[in-house]
Each structure stands twice: as structure tokens, then as C-alpha cells.
């Protein structure tokens, strides 16, 4: 009982701010952003913050994060930092078009200057004012408000995010990069909503890297719909690397059209409670989805990686690996969903999951699972919960190599099945140098930060 | 060199070990020999310093000092080998960083400047003719996908490269053919000198007719029962185990 009251206090709270600053809102916004605010707050209203009931997130509680007051960016502040003083990224070598965004607005100084003709590289709401036309078959279209009231709750107070469109058949070779910092001189909660459309026959890699600049709790919630139209290429890394009071909601919905190609890699580095929603759907022939996450976790970090592959049309493939090692008294859940619909025959649809526990009281919860209405299909799951290999551990030290070391070569060995599926070589070494300090205990940073935070 | 004092040792309460007396000298050959399950392999875990083996009596010194309490890699950088009889695949591990470091760790433990990537990898094609390691192998994981002679192969080139004092070698011999039990052997014999002793542990006589050994020891219930020189060997080889078993009364 006193859960659903906690439930009903923390969702009303929410519910009387959506309803004091809405007029807010809609004032601010674009139309386009507007439209899609009414049924989402009612399916927030619906829903509400989910609780252990709510099978979606029966390992991954919500609750406690809503005990704190935030303040909320619903106005877009001038920043009177240089963000790219602040921050420079050091991956070296790989040379990206920048794009920074503060608090979940994108910021004003990101330069669009420099694109190949007809890239767009922009904010959700200039381009919803401006140029709704780009967006408007796309936006709030597979980020299903429904399904998880924290899905419509940043649809019900979006703002801004970015917006990336390639244009048919431009092949984009240099990586964007794009910055989500946390900044702010309180406690906030962030929403932010991004689009990337690749148009058939485009190419794009995209690098997201999620921070925090300073040591105060945040809550993102993030919502990203991609679109990969006929025979597009979208390469999709994330780093997230944030420090341990923030707490990440990130829902990503990606759409493949046939003979597509999407690549999405999660490297989750460090961050208090990272809940990273996946949806892929499917919906042409010939596609392929390659779906991977590392997590390393420790302390009392939690990490949920939730996915759903829907194999709407025949011969589509998609792998997904998802890994975790989880130190300390951390905690990991995966819940992986294939769903193989009737026709789409000739389906190959792969999952697994590995997990090692470095201690007694780390703990993995994995839920693999799938669901096949087509009678022609080679679909495989499984899930490994497990130990280091005390055997190979020892192998190792009696070649001369100390105990230390000879665990980060088991856990970076872990690690590497995942890494060497990113593509672009230089990032490729970045996160393995990352990887390896993480694990030394380093901080690891993919970037050098002037403000000097022990997060 | 070595010499191991009135060893006992128990694995979960279970006594293995009931008192090894062995004195091992540099230059030194020597077999141990017996049935299964009369305690050889834990005498070679317990000399590289494998975990779950209780020493309840007794004392190893190596070199003056007191062996068992020296970590594995330590014992190893003070040049003791142990030859796997099960050597582990270790997927992702690249067999070019793992022995790399392992040198370097011994170079380091010397006083000596680390190898470059390119001293190492000429090393390492010196010391792969020894034992015919095939080339690509070595682009691979620690010893992942090798077959069971691969394997056996994979150690004597890791000791070739380590060139350690003491080599331990268990069951090299087990589960390869004939050509390639001679290729080790080869490389094993390649690597003796004056200063470097060898414990040769196995079943058969086999493969002590290509590593002959100064010594033969048989180990049974525990104990070593008998020890003679290399025609010890060849008499339990057509004799059989049985008549041991019979002397200790059983």
C-alpha cells in the first residue's frame, strides 16, 4: 500500500509541475513539439512513474530517484561559458564534426558551417519552427508513449535535442560527435528529444557522449528516434560517462527500412543508474541490426539495458551482444525481447548476454527472451552469469604476471568482444585505453574537463 | 636447487600428499612416475603455487628460500615453469600481449630494459622453429581453438621464451601423437644446460626415451617409494605399477 502512495505522491508532484508550466511550454515551443504534448501527458497520467509492478522496470526502481527536488530547464539559459573552453575532446585522431548540447538544449555556438551540402545538423526547435516539413513524419512517430510513461513524460515536456538529416545517397565519412553535458548549479532533471534521419542510400556514424561537469544530481531523461530509410547506413556509439548521483533514462527507437544497415554500441563507463531503452523495429526486408553494450559497473551503480527487436519483414538479421562487469555491491539487469512477427519468415535473430561477477555481492538480473510467430526463423538467445576464470587466472600469474594485471587482461579480454565491433579505428582505440583505465580505477575521461570534480 | 622436506598436503581435508622428500639439484633430470591418482599433479600444483591445497607439514625451499610462500608469478620470475598438462584457452587474451608481458615481467624482475615490439617478435620467430609452432597461431587467443598437440606445443615455446631455471613439465606427453611428442621433446632437450633442471612427470616411459632423465622417482599413495636412475623406468614400463602397489602393501 505505501508503495502506491509513494507512486501516486512522486507522479502527482510531477503532474501539478506539468500542469504549472505547460502554458510555459507551449508558448516556447514550435507547433510541431505541441501537437504531440497532450496524449503523452495523458499517457503519463496513465502510467505514472513506473514501479516494481510494472514488469518493464521489475528490477530497476525509479521511485527513489523522484525523493529529490529538481530544478527543471524549461527555459533555455545563455550560457556565459564557452562550452568548447570547457570541454575538449581528446580521442585522438579522430577527427569529428562537434555538437554540443547543455542540459538538454543544443547550444547556440555548434557551427553548421563546415557540413557537406545539405546536411542538416541542428536544434529540434529551430528546425520545428523553421523547417517542419523535414521533421514532421518523423517526430514523436516510433517513440511509443504507451509503452513507458517515462517516454511520455519527455514527450509531454520536450523542448529541444538535436536533429541530424543526411540527405539521400550523401555519405557522411566524418563522425559527428555529439556532447550531452550536464551543467547546472542545482539539482535538475533534463529532458531532451533527438532525431537523426538518414535518407536511403546515406551513411553516417554518430558518437554520443553523456557527461556531467559538475557533482550535482541529475536526472536525463532522453528520447532518440532514428530513422534508417532504404539501404542507409547509421553507425550509433554512445559513451556514457557520467558521474555516480546522476541518474540516465535513455530511450532510443531506431526504424530500418529494407536493405538498411544500423550499428548501435553502448559503452557504459561509469553513472549512478543508467536505464537504456532500446527499440528496433524492423521494417523491410534485408535488414541488418547489430545491437551491443558494455557495461562496467561498481560501487552501488546500477545499470538496465532494455531491448526489443521487432522482425516485422523476412530476411532481416540482428545480433545482439550486451556484457557486464559488475564490481562492489553493483547491480545489472538485462531484458532483451525478440519478436519475430507472422511472414517475416527467413528471419535470423541472435541475443546474448554475459555477465561477470567480481564480487558476492554484485548482482545480475537477466531476463532473455522471444517471441516467434513465423515458422521459418533461426533465432538463438542466451544468457551467462558467471565468475573470472580462476583457472586461466592462474595460467596467467604462473607465466610471471602479477594477480592485478592478469585480471585486467581477463576483464579487458571480456571487454574486447564488444569493442572490436566499433568501426572507426581510432575511437576503437580510445575506448580500449578507456576501458583498460576504468578498470584500473582510474578516472576515465574522454575528455579533458577543467572543472575539477571528483565524479 | 630445489629440495622439498617431509611434504604433507591435503585438498579439502583430504590428505594427497603424506610426506615428499626430493632433493633436486641444477643440471638435474628428473621423472616422477606413478598410477593415477597418487598425488603427482598436486605436487607439481603445489611447487607453482596453485590455490586449494592445504601444506599441513613439512617445507619446499627453492634457491635458499621458502618457496610456499612466494606468490605464482614470483615463483615464476625466480624461474620456475610449469608445463600444463591442461593448458587453458583464455578467448580474448591476444598470445602476443600475454607473452609479451610475460617477458617483459621477467626482464623487469632482472633489472633488464623491456623488449621493444619489434625485439620481441624476432624472439619470438627464434624460438617458434625450436618447437614448429605454426606461425599463425600465434595471432590468435591464448591458446584458443589450438588442438591438444597445438597446446602442448604452445608450452614448451612459452618455456623456450622464459627460459626459466626449473621447468616442471606435467603430462607433457598426454594426449599427443608421435611425431609431435618428439617435436617437444626436441625443444625440451634443445633448452637443457648445466643450470637448468627439469621434473618430468608421467604415466609412460614413452616419452623418457626422448627426455632422459637422471632420475626416476615413483610416487604412490602419497610417498615417493622408490628411487633409482633412468632403468627404473624401463622396468616399471614392463612390469607395470602393480608390483609397487604389492611392496606398499596393497
Request: hydrophobic letters at 35%.
Amino acid at each position: 500500500m505505501s508503495v502506491l502512495v509513494e507512486k501516486t505522491d512522486f507522479s502527482l508532484k510531477l503532474i501539478g509541475h506539468y500542469n504549472e508550466v505547460k502554458a510555459q511550454l507551449e508558448t516556447d515551443s514550435p507547433a510541431l513539439i505541441n501537437n504531440a504534448r497532450k496524449k503523452a501527458f495523458q499517457d503519463f497520467v496513465l502510467q505514472g512513474i513506473p514501479t516494481f509492478k510494472n514488469e518493464n522496470y521489475k528490477y530497476t526502481n525509479l521511485q527513489p530517484l523522484f525523493f529529490i527536488d529538481y530544478s527543471y530547464n524549461h527555459i533555455k539559459e545563455k550560457s556565459d561559458v564557452n562550452l568548447k573552453e570547457v570541454f575538449r575532446c581528446n580521442v585522438p585522431q579522430l577527427d569529428t564534426h562537434l555538437v554540443l548540447n547543455r542540459n538538454g538544449w543544443f547550444c547556440d555556438n555548434n557551427n553548421e558551417s563546415n557540413l557537406p551540402e545539405g546536411i542538416i545538423i541542428n536544434s529540434l526547435r529551430n528546425i520545428a519552427k523553421t523547417n517542419p516539413e523535414l521533421i514532421q513524419d518523423f517526430y514523436a512517430k516510433i517513440a511509443n508513449t504507451e509503452e513507458d510513461p517515462m517516454v511520455a513524460l519527455n514527450t509531454a515536456m520536450a523542448t529541444d535535442g538535436y536533429v541530424i538529416y543526411i540527405p539521400p545517397n550523401v555519405q557522411f565519412d566524418k563522425a559527428i560527435q555529439v556532447i550531452n553535458l550536464m551543467e547546472n548549479n542545482s539539482d535538475t532533471f533534463i529532458t531532451q528529444r533527438n532525431l537523426i534521419i538518414a535518407d536511403p542510400g546515406s551513411k553516417v556514424s554518430v558518437l554520443i557522449c553523456d557527461h556531467t561537469l559538475n557533482n550535482n544530481k541529475y536526472l536525463g531523461n532522453s528520447v532518440t528516434e532514428v530513422f534508417a530509410g532504404e539501404n542507409a547506413q547509421i553507425d550509433y556509439y554512445t559513451i556514457q560517462n557520467q558521474h555516480n548521483n546522476s541518474a540516465t533514462i535513455n530511450s532510443l527507437f531506431i526504424k530500418q527500412e529494407r536493405d538498411s544497415n544500423v550499428l548501435t554500441n553502448t559503452m557504459t563507463l561509469h553513472g549512478g543508474l543508467i536505464r537504456n531503452n532500446l527499440k528496433v523495429l524492423l521494417n523491410g526486408e534485408n535488414c541488418n541490426s547489430d545491437i551491443l553494450g558494455m557495461a562496467f559497473m561498481d560501487r552501488k551503480q546500477h545499470i538496465d539495458n532494455f531491448t526489443q527487436i521487432i522482425h516485422a519483414k523476412p530476411h532481416c538479421l540482428s545480433n545482439q551482444l550486451y556484457k557486464n562487469v559488475l564490481d562492489d555491491e553493483s547491480t545489472g539487469v538485462f531484458s532483451g525481447r525478440i519478436h519475430v512477427v507472422r511472414d517475416a519468415q527467413k528471419t535470423n535473430a541472435f541475443q546474448r548476454n554475459n555477465n561477470l561477477l567480481l564480487t558476492d555481492q554484485a548482482k545480475m538480473n537477466t531476463k532473455p527472451q522471444l517471441i516467434i510467430d513465423a515458422d521459418d526463423v533461426k533465432c538463438s538467445h542466451g544468457a551467462t552469469v558467471g565468475q573470472i576464470d580462476e583457472e586461466a587466472l592462474f595460467y596467467i600469474r604462473s607465466r610471471g604476471i602479477a594477480e592485478k594485471d592478469a585480471r585486467l587482461m581477463m576483464m579487458n579480454a571480456f571487454a574486447h568482444e564488444v569493442i572490436q565491433e566499433v568501426k572507426l579505428e581510432p575511437l576503437r582505440d580510445r575506448i580500449d585505453e578507456l576501458v583498460d583505465k576504468r578498470l584500473r580505477g582510474e578516472i576515465a575521461r574522454c575528455h579533458d574537463c577543467s572543472y575539477d570534480c571528483d565524479c | 636447487m630445489l629440495s622439498i622436506k617431509n611434504l604433507f598436503v591435503s585438498v579439502e581435508g583430504k590428505e594427497i600428499l603424506k610426506g615428499i622428500n626430493l632433493e633436486i639439484n641444477p643440471g638435474e633430470v628428473h621423472a616422477i612416475m606413478g598410477p593415477n591418482g597418487s598425488g603427482k599433479s598436486t605436487l607439481a600444483n603445489v611447487l607453482t603455487g596453485k590455490e586449494g591445497y592445504d601444506i599441513t607439514e613439512g617445507e619446499v625451499s627453492y634457491n635458499g628460500e621458502d618457496l610456499l610462500e612466494m606468490a605464482p608469478e614470483d615463483r615464476a620470475k625466480e624461474g620456475i615453469f610449469m608445463s600444463f598438462q591442461y593448458p587453458v584457452e583464455i578467448p580474448g587474451v591476444p598470445m602476443v600481449n600475454f607473452l609479451k608481458t610475460a617477458v617483459n615481467e621477467h626482464r623487469k624482475h632482472r633489472n633488464e630494459e623491456p623488449l621493444t615490439a619489434g625485439e620481441f617478435l624476432k624472439l619470438m620467430r627464434e624460438k617458434k622453429e625450436l618447437v614448429e609452432m605454426d606461425t599463425q597461431l600465434t595471432n590468435r587467443s591464448v591458446n584458443e581453438g589450438f588442438s591438444g598437440g597445438e597446446k602442448k606445443k604452445n608450452e614448451i615455446f612459452q618455456m623456450a621464451l622464459l627460459e626459466p631455471k626449473l621447468a616442471i613439465l606435467d603430462e607433457t606427453d598426454s594426449g599427443l601423437d608421435i611425431d609431435a611428442l618428439k617435436t617437444v621433446a626436441r625443444g625440451v632437450n634443445a633448452l637443457k644446460s648445466p643450470e637448468r633442471s627439469t621434473v618430468v612427470v608421467t604415466h609412460y616411459q614413452r616419452l623418457l626415451d626422448y627426455i632422459v632423465p637422471d632420475f626416476v622417482h615413483v610416487l604412490y599413495n602419497g610417498k615417493i617409494v622408490k628411487s633409482a636412475g633412468k632403468e627404473l623406468a624401463h622396468e616399471l614400463e614392463a612390469k607395470g605399477y602393480d608390483w609397487i602397489k604389492k611392496e606398499n602393501g596393497n
